[in-house]
Antibody, heavy 121, light 110 residues
Framework: QVQLVESGGGVIQPGRSLRLSCEASGFIFSSYGMHWVRQAPGKGLEWVAIIWFDGSKKYYADSVKGRFTISRDNSKNTLFLLMTRLRAEDTAVYYC??????????????WGQGTLVTVSS | QSVLTQPPSVSAAPRQKVTISCSGDSFNIGNNYVSWYQQLPGTAPKLLIYDNNKRPSGIPDRFSGSKSGTSATLGITGLQTGDEADYYCGTWDSSLSGWVFGGGTKLTVL
């Protein structure tokens, strides 16, 4: 079955960088687009970024554009999110999600359990 | 402020029916498919509905989705206490070139 395991979260100072990972198993990783979605404590879901199955296209939320970079290593079945110039408002649980790749358009399908990032001095 | 508008909360009694609305515009719901997600307390979100009205395998037919114009609706029948959760709608926004979520609706089963 589809399994997504995020890692790399922790406490980080404002202005610093952090890289999150999402290890995928149970499916052919290189055939699926992937998303990052975050949720601040006590708040709703906020979509962060998407990467196409082959890495050819990437889109970002305005709130992270220019600071965050989504990437993937299909040989290692792993998705990444490099977060730079972190701010207090980036504090959230970060989820990775698989895009089913239907012709109807992208959407987050299967979700991981998330990793908590806390930006604080 | 979310691009998609949902009521903050809804409530109904066990075994009753409830609907949750999601309102957008022509750049998002009006021209793209809608998904719905359920987030039980302390857990990751789970896909309930995709392509406006399709259920992934394992999702009971008590859950249904529909879309009309720039609005979408999630329906839940035969409410159970285990349905108490936050529910989110989402869709692609062509003007933002990104996915957008509604603000979420907290369902209470009285």
């Amino acid at each position: 079955q589809v399994q997504l395991v995020e890692s790399g979260g922790g406490v980080i100072q404002p202005g610093r960088s952090l890289r999150l990972s999402c290890e995928a198993s149970g499916f052919i990783f290189s055939s699926y687009g992937m998303h990052w979605v975050r949720q601040a404590p006590g708040k709703g879901l906020e979509w962060v970024a998407i990467i196409w199955f082959d890495g050819s296209k990437k889109y970002y939320a305005d709130s992270v554009k220019g600071r965050f970079t989504i990437s993937r290593d299909n040989s290692k079945n792993t998705l990444f999110l490099l977060m730079t110039r972190l701010r207090a408002e980036d504090t959230a649980v970060y989820y990775c999600a698989r895009d089913p790749g239907y012709s109807s358009g992208p959407f987050p399908g299967n979700w991981g359990q998330g990793t908590l990032v806390t930006v604080s001095s | 402020q979310s691009v998609l508008t949902q009521p903050p909360s809804v409530s109904a009694a066990p075994r009753q029916k409830v609907t949750i609305s999601c309102s957008g515009d022509s750049f998002n719901i009006g021209n793209n498919y809608v998904s719905w997600y359920q987030q039980l307390p302390g857990t990751a979100p789970k896909l309930l509905i995709y392509d406006n009205n399709k259920r992934p395998s394992g999702i009971p037919d008590r859950f249904s989705g529909s879309k009309s114009g720039t609005s979408a609706t999630l329906g839940i029948t035969g409410l159970q206490t285990g349905d108490e959760a936050d529910y989110y709608c989402g869709t692609w926004d062509s003007s933002l070139s990104g996915w957008v979520f509604g603000g979420g609706t907290k369902l209470t089963v009285l």
